[in-house]
């Protein structure tokens, strides 16, 4: 198959977790014989070249230089605050997709992928957009309005947009079974001519059967320092056990407001809660292998990479019972689920795994194998090349 992805943040460029799993997917269809190209429009200067091939991936990065420049850059953004910025972002849609056109054609594409995520969604009035000539799926992850929807912002360009975006689709996959409810409940989903669930997957370099850390006293957290994220209710949980179990650590890893944080925890507890700041790949590794369990709280998960990654480490989790939390942990199994509102009910969970390790290094156990098993990256491409194959024009089949 010649398979093309859109991704607008495609390694080595600043990326977030649909750039890395991109890049995954990618990597591991070009080890199973396909052609794979990937192609995003990459508004501002990268520095990077137009086009490169990575491990095999035929990667273009598209720039038409219309925000290049600190002038250029201010007035689009003084054009964007009063809803004028439609006749750059239109510019660059009707270039990215000609070009997308074009490639479909020069390089006899069976299959392309569109996100849900499409950076032109910020326009704050209506947009044009492509019907491709070529079985098109819409991969979400988590949409523009999606995101809106979550912090209560209401952007009626951004929600039109992704609806418009949507539709010129012909098929649907998402992360988790709480993506597809989300895009049932609130688009037009009767014209997709296939909906599957097909979660993301863990790197196989990721995977590391950990021995129990015998004298770890370490709790981990990681994601960003907001609400959402479950931080806030993690560290209030643990200023309540603080002081019955001194020995105990609990380790912040991510970005955010370090101060606003720990203003939390009380002043006589602060000794006990350490910040790392944003942790890269491998620092990510290294702290969750030197922590007894992790703790992830949150508020809403559309698919969470980081606590698949725990697991794959073989430590245990307790992670949020909301959106996908029923998806990635079976409770009291291979992990346990919690009310990122109830911080009594999260005292007890962290005290439960605090005092009885047999319980924790059973479900450890249970959660590597579980992700071994079902969210490896071979386990995941198994099931996204038979869908790919599926859908492809009956001559190519």
Not at 162 to 188: G, P, T
């Amino acid at each position: 198959m010649n398979i093309l992805y859109y991704c607008d943040e495609y390694p080595p460029a600043k990326t977030g977790g649909i750039g890395s799993v991109t890049r995954i997917v990618a990597e591991e269809m070009v080890r199973r014989g396909h052609k794979v190209y990937v192609v995003g429009y990459y508004p501002y200067n990268y520095e990077l070249p137009q086009y490169s091939e990575i491990n095999g991936v035929g990667v273009y990065r598209l720039n038409m230089g219309l925000r290049k420049g600190l002038i250029r850059n201010k007035i689009y953004r003084n054009l964007h605050k009063v809803g004028l910025s439609n006749c750059f972002i239109q510019r660059e849609l009707d270039y990215t997709e000609d070009f997308i056109r074009r490639l479909v054609a020069d390089r006899d594409i069976d299959v392309l992928e569109l996100t849900d995520y499409y950076a032109f969604d910020v326009a704050r009035k209506k947009l044009r957009f492509r019907k491709f000539d070529v079985p098109t799926v819409l991969r979400v992850h988590g949409s523009l309005s999606f995101l809106n929807s979550l912090s209560g912002s209401e952007q009626r360009g951004c929600d039109v947009n992704d609806a418009l975006h949507f539709m010129r689709c012909d098929y649907l996959s998402v992360v988790s079974r709480y993506s597809l409810q989300y895009i049932e409940s609130n688009f037009d989903t009767e014209h997709f001519k296939g909906k599957n669930v097909i979660y993301n997957p863990v790197e196989e370099d990721f995977f590391h059967r950990c021995p129990p850390a015998t004298d770890s006293r370490t709790i981990l957290f990681v994601g960003r320092l907001i609400e959402t994220k479950g931080c806030y209710s993690l560290l209030k949980a643990f200023d309540r056990i603080a002081p019955e179990y001194r020995d105990w650590k609990l380790v912040m890893a991510g970005s955010g407001n370090q101060k606003l944080a720990a203003s939390f925890v009380s002043p006589e507890n602060r000794a006990q809660v350490s910040f790392t700041g944003f942790c890269d790949r491998e620092e990510l590794k290294r702290q969750i292998d030197n922590c007894s369990f992790a703790c992830f709280p949150s508020y809403f998960e559309n698919f969470s990479m980081a606590a698949l990654e725990v697991m794959a480490r073989q430590k245990a989790l307790i992670f949020t019972e909301r959106t996908s939390g029923r998806e990635v942990i079976d409770d009291g199994v291979d992990g346990l689920l919690v009310n990122p509102e109830d911080i009594g009910q999260i005292v007890g969970k962290l005290t439960l795994l605090i005092e009885n390790r047999a319980l924790r290094d059973r479900m450890a156990d249970n959660a590597y194998f579980k992700v071994k098993n079902n969210f490896s990256t071979p386990a995941i491409c198994d099931r996204m090349e038979e869908f790919y194959r599926s859908i492809l024009a009956p001559k190519n089949r």
